[in-house]
């Protein structure tokens, strides 16, 4: 087990998560670098350190939330995060992943086959273009590689259910941003978590609460 990985692994173990999870990370990250060669899932970079800036980036907020028995929408989700390594470390959550790209799409697909991940949907769509069916249908809504607009951020309300919460995945946090967000009509409050990673560095979430 290499440095970095064995970072990760440790951060599962002080979690209570099964050697299980972390077998199917090993897996995952043995499919993303095979089709990254073909499709730009992450930069060839992030590649190098996958373990810490995709796959410890990802859960790091399960050291404030708990995701079990949850229905999630993974916005822009890309090579599946923050959504799939989430669903990993919680198998209980119900998880939506959305992209628009169809080769991202279809790799999307292959990971949920090959990682046997019930009670997850890949959509093929534009986020601002979810069917009024999923309106009020979702705990959480996580954003990782996304910059938020008007548009996006009314969407968002829109599909969270009463009290539900929408995550930004941040490396800092641009103060006249969050003072947006909270002119928003059906934003309730929102929190600022910031705290430092050993190999990863700063990291920060916003956590919008949508009203009761």
């Known amino acids: 087990m290499q440095n970095k990985s064995k970072q990760f692994y440790d951060f599962l173990k002080q979690h209570s998560i099964p050697d299980g999870a972390y077998n199917l990370f090993v897996l995952y990250e043995k499919i993303l670098r095979e089709k990254n060669k073909k499709i730009n899932l992450?930069?060839?970079?992030?590649?190098e350190n996958i373990w810490l800036t995709h796959f410890l980036d990802s859960i790091l907020i399960t050291d404030f939330l708990d995701f079990s028995n949850s229905r999630v929408l993974d916005f822009g989700s890309g090579g599946g995060f923050p959504g799939i390594p989430?669903?990993?470390?919680?198998?209980?959550?119900?998880?939506?992943?959305?992209?628009?790209?169809?080769?991202?799409?279809?790799?999307?697909?292959?990971?949920?086959?090959?990682?046997?991940?019930?009670?997850?949907?890949?959509?093929?769509?534009?986020?601002?273009?979810?069917?009024?069916?999923?309106?009020?249908?979702?705990?959480?809504?996580?954003?990782?590689?996304?910059?938020?607009?008007?548009e996006y951020f009314m969407k968002a309300f829109e599909l969270l259910k009463p009290s539900g919460k929408l995550i930004l995945y941040k490396?800092?946090?641009?103060?006249?941003?969050?003072?947006?967000?909270?002119?928003?009509?059906?934003?309730?409050?929102?929190?600022?978590i910031r705290k430092e990673y050993s190999g990863l560095g700063k990291r920060a979430l916003i956590i919008v609460k949508k009203h009761g």
């Open 86 to 150: 989430l669903k990993i470390i919680f198998p209980s959550m119900g998880l939506f992943c959305i992209e628009s790209i169809r080769k991202k799409v279809l790799f999307l697909r292959l990971i949920k086959q090959e990682l046997n991940l019930s009670r997850t949907t890949i959509i093929h769509s534009r986020f601002e273009d979810l069917n009024s069916t999923l309106h009020s249908s979702f705990d959480y809504i996580v954003v990782r590689a996304v910059k938020m607009n008007d």
């Open 42 to 47: 992450v930069s060839e970079r992030s590649l």
């Open 171 to 192: 490396s800092k946090v641009n103060n006249d941003e969050v003072d947006k967000i909270n002119q928003y009509k059906d934003c309730e409050k929102t929190e600022i």
